[in-house]
């Protein structure tokens, strides 16, 4: 399945005299492509109030195409009262370091108004820590998180489906994977006997943990979340250039195998996995600056494509809207929204997809160690988008696609995004010089250095 859209290799550096790339509509990758990407908000900075001047989240939000919204966030989730007893209303306490953020908190009920208006996925991190960190018990905790359910789907009938408990659960000192299987279970059978139809997921972040997690949890779950981060150590941009063939998502590959081999068989079918947390991050010492640059955004933008060519991978969403000061936001890859709710490098790579996905991955295959793509096409096959990697720091002049559909197409957009190169921190966006369509041959493309191209295409009216 996979071979379908991942891009053939060829010898680094050898760069043929004309490069081919062919989009297969018949082979379908993946349904519901268009309702994959998605982000995590920060409830403690992107209420509109904190920004009077800039143009509203949830138009940010549209024009980035996001599909799902993850509220709160991440570790903040777990130092988060989304209300007090009696639970009537909400009422947003930051806990611990997150009460000395300044701003207005995006409360659940403004939450849940964003994601409509946008037209995404409501997911949910119901918060868990430890007494010692938090200053809540687990009974706490617990009742939290059941009256959370009851406030959603029975006094407001929202109707959210997606909720995870607790945020990357390995990563703070929370419990051993057995243990963490014992309090998600009691989590899930809490919640659920108020809404049996919500799904519930946690967290995990290697073969080992899910070995001793799964075999406990598995009955009480219905996926498993991620936190995919990347870089490790690939210092710069040049790792993308120089490694075409590494697996950029193995992380995602670990846990889905790990449902095979680890959960009991009677659940195995049914768990999925949503990658909660993604970015281009390099988090090892002396490690690729966590700018917020083209580089970046491509590397991120092909991850995403990646996590989409698994169909039993629900969502991605990349980290984040914001972090706690706008003024570094030009400067950090944790922004995808500038001061101005204006998109930056970071919000462009979920853009990339957002604005142009049609509801099926279809087969792309071709390319070389530089040139790689993904395509999709609607539900009627009448409207078709393919998008083009230039990884490399040469552009790419002679370069063609092929269409192998039983439809005739126009050339209906083709946009660029590119710059001075990896380390351009404000890249071009904008509309390119169509490409020639001879019958199934797309001819003339060229693909600027370190870029990606988008080309839309629609059916002629007699195919």
Known sequence: ?????????????????????????????????DRFVGINLNYLRDHDANRPVARPLDAALADMGARWLRYPGGAKSDFYRWSEPPYSRPLPVS????????????????????????GAEAYIVVGY????????????????????????????????????????????????????ARIVM????????VDPTIKIGASGNSE??????????????????????????????EHFVSHPNENTVRDVDVALAAIGRNAPAADRARLQVIVAETNS?????????????????LVTFDTLGQMMARPNVLSAMVWTTRWVSDAEAAHSQWYSLGP??????????????????????????????QISGYASCSEDGKSLAIWIVNRSYQSVNSLQVEIDSPRDFSVAGTYCLSGTGPEDASPNWGKAVKPSLQGKHLTGLTCPAVSVTVITLHAKHDS
């Open 1 to 33: 399945m996979l071979t379908a859209i991942l891009f053939t290799t060829a010898r680094l550096g050898a760069q043929p005299d004309l490069v081919t790339l062919t989009v297969n509509t018949r082979h379908i990758v993946r349904e519901g492509a």
């Open 186 to 193: 009691a989590f899930s059978r809490a919640m659920k006997a």
């Open 340 to 369: 101005t709710n204006a998109l930056l490098p970071t919000g462009r790579a979920v853009a990339l997809w957002g604005q142009f996905v049609q509801k099926k991955m279809v087969g792309m295959t071709g390319g070389n160690a």
């Open 95 to 118: 806990l611990g370091w997150y009460g000395g953020v300044k701003g207005q908190r995006m409360d659940f009920d403004q939450y849940v108004a964003c994601t409509r208006k946008v």
């Open 208 to 237: 080992s943990w899910w070995k001793r997690f799964l075999p406990g949890a598995a009955s009480s779950l219905d996926f498993l979340t991620l936190s995919v981060y990347n870089c490790w150590d690939w210092k710069g941009y």
């Open 129 to 180: 820590s430890t007494e010692k960190a938090s200053g809540l018990t687990e009974t706490q905790w617990l009742e939290s998180a059941a009256a959370w359910v009851q406030y959603a789907n029975k006094v407001k009938k929202y109707g959210v489906r997606y909720w995870e408990i607790g945020n990357e659960n390995w990563n703070s000192d929370k419990g051993t994977p057995e243990e963490m």
């Open 281 to 297: 991050k390099d988090y090892s010492e002396n490690g690729w600056p966590g700018t917020n640059t083209l580089g970046h955004t």
